[in-house]
């Protein structure tokens, strides 16, 4: 069964980092593209990056370009988010997603999805 799992979520002042984790479990990262994708309260769900299956090449939304950085650890079968410099308007639930296509950050791109985990930017 394919999952993916999110992790690293917190609370965290503005200005500060956050590095949140997606390990996947039931396929490799070889064969499937990761994206990340965020959803604040009363808002739509919007895609921040997306890093590809063949060659890691990647994608990300403007607003996030120069602070948000996608990676992947094959060998960990995990995909990552370092957010620095964060805001309080980059305060929502975090969820990254599995698709057998090319790199996206159109969530209806991606079949498999993460529970979800907690970014709170607060002073």
């Known amino acids: 069964q394919l999952q993916v799992v999110e992790s690293g979520g917190g609370l965290v002042q503005p200005g500060g980092s956050l590095r949140l984790s997606c390990e996947a479990f039931?396929?490799?990262?070889?064969?499937?593209?990761i994206g990340w994708f965020r959803q604040a309260p009363g808002k739509e769900r919007e895609g921040l990056s997306c890093?590809?299956?063949?060659?890691?090449?990647?994608d990300y939304r403007d607003s996030v370009k120069g602070r948000f950085t996608i990676s992947r650890d094959i060998g960990k079968n995990t995909a990552y988010l370092q957010m620095n410099s964060l805001k309080p308007e980059d305060t929502a639930v975090y969820y990254c997603?599995?698709?057998?296509?090319?790199?996206?950050?159109?969530?209806?791109?991606?079949?498999?999805w993460g529970q979800g985990t907690q970014v709170t930017v607060t002073s």
């Open positions: 890093i590809s299956s063949s060659d890691g090449s990647t």
């Open positions: 997603a599995a698709s057998p296509f090319a790199c996206s950050i159109y969530a209806g791109d991606y079949e498999h």
């Open positions: 039931g396929f490799t990262l070889h064969a499937y593209a």
